[in-house]
């Protein structure tokens, strides 16, 4: 990558800090060699060599992070979600006013903010694998063991990929009912959590996913797992785990998500000679709310 080739050690002030030492400095951390073939992971919008004004760290890079970004006087966000998912084919603006993700395209591109997406090089880093587990302090057995399901059941593999799908695994050693683990969970998150299978299930071996923990299933049956953390499962998905006795608890996508943005501002606050003042993490509330029949939303 072209990027590579910048001197690290240069002592930089902070008004010649690039677009290029952003990159870098997340690079340093968070490889984006280590993400997911076809993930859309580097500087998406933008010009390397762009002189930085100030930067924006957050999930998404909505319109909201944009006019966010614009208020703060930065000129560079850095999110963890690309802003779309597919390459780059046909970018018409003329049809644009009500697409998405092309319009924040435009939106970007008219304010002149780069965009940086930092997706599955930070999923599969060791400090975001670990995040949940290690806040629920749960021993750690190690990665969760990938499964293949070609011949119509899932089978333990032998050996694990770089691209195949995160999940770790752990085990606790005082084994609680699932309502009461979920109520810590929630105490963590400060959010509802969603339940799936009976609460009195005692816990002892869980798998913990960020993100979208459905395809996790058959390789937490296979490991005997009691239960799996994660950001959102669909619901066949979730149906099929708890037909056979697993149970899940979801904290929310972006709410299982949210510390991944913290490690990344953290990268970039090390790695460069930012000053603090120039340095936000967008402080977003998430993306939903539960309302419960005749009252008010519970958690605003
Ligand atoms: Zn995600």
Redesign the pocket.
Known sequence: MAFAEVDLTKDAQDDSLKVVDILLAVDSSFPFAHAFDGDQVGLLIGDANTTVKGVLVT?DAGLGAIARAQELGANVIVS??PVRFNSFGHFNVTHVANTYPERILAAALSADIAVIAA?TNV?VAETARRYWGDKLDFEHLGPLPAVITELGFPRAREEQTASDPYGELWHVNNPRSLNQLAAEVAGFTGSPVRVFGDGETMIETIVTA???GGGRIPEAQVANADLIIS?EFGYHAALAAVESGLTLIELG??L??LPLVDFIAEAIHVRTSIADDKLHIEDRPKLWRSVSAGAKPIDD
Request: net charge negative.
């Open positions: 999930l963890h979600h997706h999923d960020t993100g979208s950001g996508h972006d299982s998500e």
